[in-house]
């Protein structure tokens, strides 16, 4: 009986600890799947005209040289993609190279 209970254990344990390797790497292969659907956000947007979104820094006026969306710190994407989620936008996606009013620099 002993054998048993020590067996069961050792499953268990093997199992709890499979879990804890497997499950943030799912939410990563997860979060990557519904970041490809997010769509883009318009700079006819409410919010975006608000905050004075554009697609493209180079064209904004008030932009510091070298300020866009994808060296910013509320730029949620990975380094060096296109676009990502940034969170003034929920649910909305920016171009890496948009720019806003509120853009604040990333920490390094």
Not at 57 to 65: D, I, Y
Not at 91 to 107: D, E, I, L, N, Q
């Amino acid at each position: 009986m002993k054998t048993v209970l020590n067996d069961s254990r050792r499953q268990l344990l093997k199992n709890v600890a499979l879990g804890t390797v497997l499950v943030p790497l799912s939410a990563i292969s997860m979060h990557a799947a519904f970041g490809a659907d997010t769509p883009l956000v318009t700079e006819e947007d409410p919010t975006a005209k608000a905050l004075k979104y554009v697609a493209d820094a180079s064209k904004a006026t008030g932009a510091t040289p070298g300020s866009k969306c994808g060296n910013c710190s509320l730029f949620q994407g990975a380094a060096g993609s296109a676009q990502g989620p940034c969170l003034l936008f929920p649910g909305k996606a920016v171009k890496a190279t948009g720019w806003c009013m509120s853009w604040t620099a990333k920490a390094t």
